[in-house]
């Protein structure tokens, strides 16, 4: 058993007992690789006793779940009211264009990860942007270059 | 038994009041750095950690105390920090960062607590230093967010220093379940998470079910609103007025036990949770014989996922099972049948922060505040083209005018206002004219809008209120659940018609057939988030066809 | 009770009705496309609305209460359900011309009924692809209309979740888990899905061009066969009564279809009473892989090798009774007719989906060299050929089987019903035992619709405990309690159980007449008033049969006599008997 398979094993054997669980060890689980994989969801259907296709119900319902690998660096761009009127629309256009790919997808390097989310709540600094738990207020389309410049020497440090 | 009476006195909560008062009595000097999410990620971590280097290097730590609180308000000038020096006028600085941080140090607070008398901030740092004599800050009034900004969110005791827990001991010690259910019904408080339904009533209503093996009290946090933000502050800035709330009413119900459902997007407003139910347990104020009480209780959080859908009660209560977020219909309710079928109320964050206030001072004086029918003060998430956007409290009844105009200081860079956006995705907008309408459920709802959960979108004469309609039910339609037809169909359909109409390529006829299926969507859809859905397109519609009209390709031509 | 006011008629109904029901009780009918009796309404189509005390609301899932006053039907509920409709057609192919279900759709009948001729609302189906990977049923979500119906009873009555939703909003969809094909999904092919689906979104795999084909091809004998619970369901499809056995009809019908001869898998039922008594009798004397489990519904031997493969010895070891007729045509009746067995083929008629997927199991379904059964056809599959081929079903006289493989006993007949198999097997056991006859031939603890049915029969002082499970959905409980004792080495709770997957057992199988239609004439869909009137269908044709006993049918006699020699032996184990295996509930 890998590292991460065994973790998720642990996960799911934690919340297996606890009422109203699913969500939270889902939750836990994306949180080793980022996304839910097939044999995660398996084993948490094997070890929680949950149908498997309550699982993958569950899963697809809810945006925050992912079902394969973002890129790297998540970058979620915030679509929330005050966001939008202040121009974010402008900032996520810049973005694609920049990164060449729609929301929702990553880049072919798997550097980047691209989304919207709705309202990260931080309204008074809107427009807003949210790269890997680091966030962007009162951003304007040019920020968006050297952001990207940011993490890209970020990872080629590591 | 002595060791009974021992226990008993440490986990006093008079007792850690007072000795937690006469701590901070202790000290001449008070940082107040906010420390909710959005001066958080504005660098505020960092900020902290400064002013503490400085105070250790000098010296002072033991005269000047630095308190992460919750949400100061004023959102947009962040990161804020307010200076509370005794004998000397506050002074809140805004958009600090560690350069301005460190004068604000040097220059003010180190010299300030060098003189006698008034001392006055130096010239450098006028330009960071936000009048508290605002009116942003004069004209609310605080019930709800007293503590946030106020008091370090994670001590417990700095909770009960400010009164906290005292309105569950009257309750516990001095009240039958009944007469706390009679105070809130007297107090007015409604459901703050948009339906308006009377709190007393629904408390009633789940007390009334009897207790077989388990009742819950649900805590909804799902807040939704894109564009909205109080349950998040409130949460973020004083946990414990949720969780005493919370613990009151299932007092009041017979509950056996609390959830809190809070989004996964907030996970600062999680982690405080958190930290608040263990200090809780940690001081027997959650457990079993509560405060030497027959009452026993414990709480636990669920998250949500994504999906807004889940603000419905029935919705939030099939996600903590595990399962979609897809609304039920109603009846059973609830309170009859909820949670794993069992007897389960559902409250919302701001609504149980109330409580605990109305026990203390009592319903007369809640419902001193507010209009015949709507009671009490609301927190609003004040954004949009506004000067300054925050998060504020008034009391109901106050007018738009007064809040966008006096407290969020209008509208900036000279442009107009045209509207203003109530009650998110299912509520709709007021234009100009009706300004000086006093905010309260009744009112909002004549004009076509709702009080919603809190959000309050300042529309400036820019904004045309196509693609605003577009940008809400493009949301809703993102968001919904697809249970029902009328919402999974309708709202695709009136989507892509209200795009082309947008682009210019719609014709009257469009336009009659986006009306016919709003209205099939209000009277047919299974939930709340499907009946509504149409309100942005037809709120806009009632005041701004023109604005419509004038996009049709047959648009009849004005005489010029 | 409660006293309410539909459209100012006065109802009195019972505790907890619904509005809907209500209605019907004041011959009123509400329109709705996602109701069924079967499940608890999901509320999805929006148009079952009514106003209560002007208030606008659902009718299906609000209890009447005292002192209501409802209106069904408005110019504004009118027009509100026609622009949900609407929505609905927008979103459905409408290829009604190219459709199995045209002329038993409850969304034509809807649309039909509302009178919508023409649609301004724009189409939008995304195209999303069929899932006939089963070959049993097709799964076509493009005609979804997102009813909820087929989700509920694959998760919550059967217990199988091999259907699930995918997505939300405006991209759910019904698929399996993460849009696994079905085949490679827990499904164990029940068809209660497709039996219950309003529009043409789940039907059968559809084979009745397959066994056209084959009549026409003059190289083949083709013989065909009808399951028990076929007899009493055909006749709702051509106006008959609910549970009228219309057996002679069926006969008269398949000749006319072409089929060279009319056996009857009611034969197949005895010979397995036969085979199946003498192992039950075998296995509880030396206590050999007890309980003993009945095999005779494919859905519950696929469920048991999915969901319980440590129980699979537990399974008897009997064929299906339609797999022991085709055995038997391709081999014994082969010989006798003086035909090659490669020149014969075998056709069934069986209320079942899942009958599909068992004749392709494995190589003991090939116990003659050839599939003992070449084509698997349902219900509702031969009422369409009937229709196809022009012939008047109401007014056929009536015909007999051909035999030797026509023959029956009452006993073969009641495996139709949940509980019949097990009532028909104790008959034999107890003379196999006893060497004497049963005086009452029905044990009445195990007839009915209850979810599990149990007894303790007494046969020459030992006591033989009986379970039987109507439904797959049931069986956990009795699994638990079985697999408990045999981990303790307790006491077992039962020596015998029978399982049918489908809730009233095969009068109500996946492959049955839906009954269903949006109008007021039809119920809503198959419900247990007609699970019961289809059982008593069958019950009748026992309870008046000359012979009542699988042992005593002369043809069987006649079979072991001249060619099986003893049940068990060799002979008979090769053709008669099956193996099973583990199987993964996805595979990869």
Redesign the interface.
């Known amino acids: 058993m890998s590292e991460e398979t065994s973790k998720a094993a642990e996960i799911a054997d934690k919340w297996r007992k606890k009422r109203g669980s699913l969500i939270m060890a889902l939750h836990e689980i994306q949180g080793i690789k980022g996304y839910v994989a097939w044999e995660d969801a398996v084993m948490l259907s094997e070890r929680m006793d949950v149908p498997l296709a309550r699982i993958y119900e569950v899963l697809t319902f809810y945006n925050f779940f992912k079902l394969v690998a973002p890129g790297k660096a998540v970058i979620s761009v915030c679509t929330g009211t005050a966001c939008y009127l202040k121009g974010n629309d402008k900032v996520l256009e810049k973005f694609k264009s920049e990164l060449k790919i729609k929301e929702g997808e990553s880049t072919p390097d798997g550097m980047f990860h691209l989304q919207c989310v709705r309202c990260v709540g931080c309204c008074g600094l809107a427009p807003v942007c949210v790269v890997n738990g680091k966030t962007y207020g009162r951003m304007t389309p040019e920020q968006v270059p050297e952001i990207l410049e940011e993490w890209k020497k970020a990872f080629k440090e590591d | 038994m002595a060791d009974m009476a021992e226990i008993n006195k440490r986990f006093d909560i008079h007792e850690m009041a007072n000795a937690k008062r006469a701590e901070i009595e202790k000290y001449v000097c008070n940082i107040y750095c906010c420390h909710s ?2 001066c958080k ?2 660098g505020s971590d960092d900020l902290i950690a400064l002013i503490h280097s400085i105070l250790n290097e000098k010296g002072l730590s033991e005269r000047v105390r630095v308190v992460a609180t919750g949400c100061m308000g ?5 990161p804020l920090i307010r200076v509370e020096i005794k004998g000397k006028k506050d002074v809140l600085f805004k958009r600090v960062d560690l350069e301005i941080t460190k004068a604000v140090m040097e220059d003010y607070v180190l010299k300030a607590l060098d003189t006698q008398g008034e001392f006055t901030p130096p010239e450098n740092l006028s330009e960071h230093i936000l009048s508290l004599d605002l009116p942003f800050f004069k004209k609310q009034e605080k019930v709800v967010l007293k503590n946030a900004g106020h008091i370090d969110p994670e001590d417990i005791k700095e909770y009960m220093a400010h009164g906290g827990y005292l309105a569950l001991e009257k309750a516990l010690k001095t009240m039958t379940p009944a007469e706390v259910v009679e105070e809130i019904k007297k107090s007015g408080l409604r459901g703050r998470g948009g339906g308006g339904f009377s709190t007393g009533m629904k408390w009633e209503l789940a007390a009334k079910v009897p207790t077989v093996d388990e009742k819950f009290i649900i805590c909804n946090g799902d807040e ?6 109080m349950d ?1 502050s409130i949460l973020e800035g004083d946990p414990h007025a949720v969780i005493e709330g919370m613990m009151i009413a299932a007092y009041a119900i017979g509950a056996t036990s609390g ?1 809190f459902y809070v989004r ?3 996970p600062l407003a999680v982690e405080r949770l958190q930290k608040a139910i263990q200090a809780c347990k940690k001081n027997r104020l959650l457990g079993n014989n509560i405060m030497g009480t027959d009452f026993c209780f414990n709480v ?1 959080i ?7 859908v889940c603000g419905e009660e029935t919705a939030l209560i099939h ?8 609304p ?2 109603r ?1 059973p309710y609830p309170t009859n049948k909820g ?2 079928g069992k007897p389960s109320c559902v409250n919302n964050v701001e609504t149980l922060a109330n409580v605990s206030k109305i026990l203390l001072k009592g319903a007369d004086w809640f419902a001193s505040f507010g209009t015949e029918t709507s009671k009490g003060t609301k927190v609003f ?1 004040l ?3 506004v000067e300054h ?2 998060l504020i409290e008034v009391p109901m009844g106050t007018t738009i005018s007064q809040i966008v105009n006096e407290i969020g200081g209008g509208v900036p860079q000279g442009k107009k206002l045209k509207a203003v ?1 109530t009650g ?1 995705p299912s509520g709709g907008v007021i234009p100009a004219q009706y300004m000086d309408m006093p905010v309260c459920y009744e009112e909002l709802k004549k004009v076509g809008s709702i009080m919603g959960s809190g ?1 309050m ?1 300042v ?1 400036d004469d820019s ?1 045309d209120m196509v693609s605003l309609a577009k ?2 039910l493009d ?1 809703t ?10 919402c ?6 009136m989507l ?1 018609l209200l795009d082309k109409i947008n682009r210019g390529r719609g014709k009257q ?1 469009d336009l009659d ?1 986006l009306k ?2 709003a ?2 969507m209000q ?4 939930c709340g988030l499907g009946q509504t859905a149409p309100n942005p397109v037809l709120s806009t519609l009632r005041f701004y066809e023109n604005e419509y009209t004038q996009k049709l390709l047959d648009a009849p031509k004005e005489d010029k | 009770m409660v006293q309410l006011k539909i459209n100012n008629i006065n109802v009195e109904v019972k505790e907890g009705t619904s509005i809907l029901d209500a209605a019907r009780a004041a011959q009123v009918n509400i329109p709705t496309l996602c109701k069924h009796p079967d499940v608890d309404p999901s509320a999805g189509c929006g148009l079952c609305i009514v106003k209560v005390g002007g208030r606008i609301m659902r009718s299906c899932s609000t209890p009447a209460t005292e002192g209501m006053e409802i209106i069904t039907d408005d110019a504004e509920l009118k027009q509100i359900r026609k622009t949900v409709l609407k929505l609905i057609l927008s979103n459905h192919p409408n290829d009604c011309l190219n459709c199995t279900r045209s002329g038993s759709c409850e969304l034509q009948d809807m649309t039909a009924q509302m009178g919508i001729s023409e649609n301004e609302i724009i189409k939008m189906v995304p195209p999303l692809p069929k899932d006939e990977t089963t070959k049993c049923i097709v799964l076509d979500p493009a005609k979804c209309i997102v009813c909820g119906r087929c989700v509920n009873i694959c998760q919550k009555v059967q217990n199988v979740w091999a259907l699930s939703y995918l997505n939300r909003g405006f991209s759910t969809k019904i698929t399996g888990a993460n849009d696994t094909p079905l085949d490679r999904s827990p499904c164990i092919k029940c068809g209660q899905c497709a039996a219950h689906c309003p529009t043409g979104a789940i039907t059968d795999y559809d084979n009745t061009q397959k066994v056209f084909d084959l009549l026409s091809n003059k190289e083949y004998t083709t013989v065909v066969q009808i399951a028990p619970a076929v007899r009493v369901a055909l006749g709702e499809e051509f106006g008959f009564d609910f549970g009228e056995n219309l057996t002679g009809k069926i006969y008269a019908a398949l000749r006319r279809l072409g089929f060279s001869k009319v056996f009857d898998t009611n034969f197949g039922a005895d010979l397995t009473i036969i085979e199946e008594a003498s192992e039950f009798v075998k296995r509880f004397k030396a206590n050999d892989h007890l309980p003993m489990f009945t095999s005779c519904c494919p859905a519950w031997v696929d469920y048991m090798e999915k969901y319980y493969p440590e129980n699979i010895p537990n399974l008897s070891s009997c064929k299906s009774p339609h797999q022991m007729v085709g055995a038997v045509a391709k081999t014994y009746w082969a010989e006798k007719a003086g035909i090659d067995a490669s020149k014969i083929k075998v056709v069934s008629v069986m209320p079942c989906t899942a009958k599909k997927w068992e004749i392709e199991r494995d190589e003991t379904m090939r116990s003659s060299g050839y599939k003992d059964v070449d084509e698997v056809i349902t219900t509702r599959e031969l009422a369409k050929m009937i229709k196809k081929a022009g012939i008047d079903f109401k007014h056929l006289k009536e015909e007999q089987a051909d035999n030797p493989l026509g023959e029956y006993s009452g006993a073969a007949t009641i495996f139709g019903v949940t509980g019949g198999v097990m009532t028909a097997a104790l008959r034999t056991a107890y003379f196999y035992i006893t060497g004497s006859e049963l005086e009452t031939l029905n044990f009445h603890a195990i007839e009915g619709l209850d979810a599990v049915k149990v007894a303790e029969i007494d046969i020459n002082g030992i006591s033989v405990r009986i379970a039987v499970v109507n439904g797959v959905g049931n069986v956990g409980p009795v699994m638990e309690q079985i697999n408990t004792a045999l981990a303790e080495k307790k006491d077992l709770p039962f020596h015998f159980v029978e399982v049918m997957a489908c809730p009233g057992g095969c009068i109500a199988g996946g492959g049955q007449p839906r009954v269903m239609g949006a109008t007021f004439d039809k119920p809503w869909g198959i419900n247990d008033e007609i699970r019961k009137l289809r059982s008593k269908g069958l019950n009748c044709e026992d309870a008046c049969a000359q012979n009542r006993l699988s042992h005593k049918n002369e043809s069987i006699k006649k079979l072991y006599d001249t060619y099986l020699g003893k049940p068990g032996d060799e002979k008979a184990h090769h053709l008669l008997h099956t193996k099973y295996e583990k199987r993964d509930l996805y595979k990869a």
């Open positions: 999410t959005g990620s504005s004023l959102c947009a000038q962040g939704g609103d894109p564009g909205a933000y998040r959830w996964a997007e907030y636990d669920r998250l949500g996922a994504g999906a807004f996600s903590i099972e595990g399962a979609r977020g897809t039920r219909p009846p949670l794993w998430a954004t949009g083209q956007s925050g956006q998110g959000g979108i529309i904004s940008f809400y949301f339609v993102d968001e919904s659940c697809g249970k029902c037809a009328p999974r169909i309708g709202g695709k359909q892509t006829k057939l016919q299926i209205f099939a009277k047919a859809s299974l």
